[in-house]
T-cell receptor, first 110, second 115 residues
Framework: LAKTTQPISMDSYEGQEVNITCSHN???????ITWYQQFPSQGPRFIIQGYKTKVTNEVASLFIPADRKSSTLSLPRVSLSDTAVYYCLVLSGGYNKLIFGAGTRLAVHP | DSGVTQTPKHLITATGQRVTLRCSPR?????VYWYQQSLDQGLQFLIQ???????AKGNILERFSAQQFPDLHSELNLSSLELGDSALYFC??????????????FGPGTRLTVL
């Protein structure tokens, strides 16, 4: 299983762009990179998923370089409501079980 | 709202007791997953069911068991409860659960407190 490493915490201000980088050096050919967001006492919420290059949806963008050993979640113009824990996961194997790390605790300040 | 429902929302019980947590997946989803989130262990995968059959097992204790019924709802049974079992228990569902791209949708969780 590919292990992920991401910063424990980050701080930002409203209106700024936030980039959270995750490293996954042992990612396998068939693995996908997925990001989840979790607010206190709520279930994780799927944000975005990608395999390579760039993926964008209405919430975020995901940048994956050619070697796929890292990925960057980009949140444009964050607001106070984006304060949450963000988890980077690599989906391995055929059973789709999610292995959560410690995540990145993002604090957005006014 | 993810479409996944869990009951009860809160549960307070005593050590040694047994409880049952219930999960209804999103309409059409065949896979159900159970996760435990405690302060010291983070989010941990417990078990997955696909269309009524156990498909994958994680760090689930022998005191814990689960099943998925023909209508696809699932129950997680926790017995001989200990103080350390106090945690948030999340259920998630996905359409299939057989592919790395299958998105999991999480329910609101059940907060279990063992006194």
């Amino acid at each position: 299983l590919a292990k992920t490493t991401q910063p424990i915490s980050m701080d930002s201000y409203e209106g700024q762009e936030v980039n959270i980088t995750c490293s996954h050096n042992n990612i396998a050919t068939n693995d996908y990179i997925t990001w989840y967001q979790q607010f206190p006492s709520q279930g994780p919420r799927f944000i975005i998923q990608g395999y390579k290059t760039k993926v964008t949806n209405e919430v975020a963008s995901l940048f994956i370089p050619a070697d796929r050993k890292s990925s960057t979640l980009s949140l444009p113009r964050v607001s106070l409501s984006d304060t949450a824990v963000y988890y980077c996961l690599v989906l391995s194997g055929g059973y789709n079980k999610l292995i959560f790390g410690a995540g990145t605790r993002l604090a957005v300040h006014p | 709202d993810s479409g996944v429902t869990q009951t009860p929302k809160h549960l307070i019980t005593a050590t040694g007791q047994r409880v049952t947590l219930r999960c209804s997946p999103r309409s059409g989803d065949l896979s159900v997953y159970w996760y435990q989130q405690s302060l010291d262990q983070g989010l941990q995968f417990l078990i997955q069911y696909y269309n009524g059959e156990e498909r994958a097992k994680g760090n689930i204790l022998e005191r814990f068991s689960a099943q998925q019924f023909p209508d696809l709802h699932s129950e997680l049974n926790l017995s001989s409860l200990e103080l350390g079992d106090s945690a948030l228990y999340f259920c998630a569902s996905s359409a299939r659960g057989t592919s790395g791209t299958d998105t999991q949708y999480f329910g609101p969780g059940t907060r279990l407190t063992v006194l």
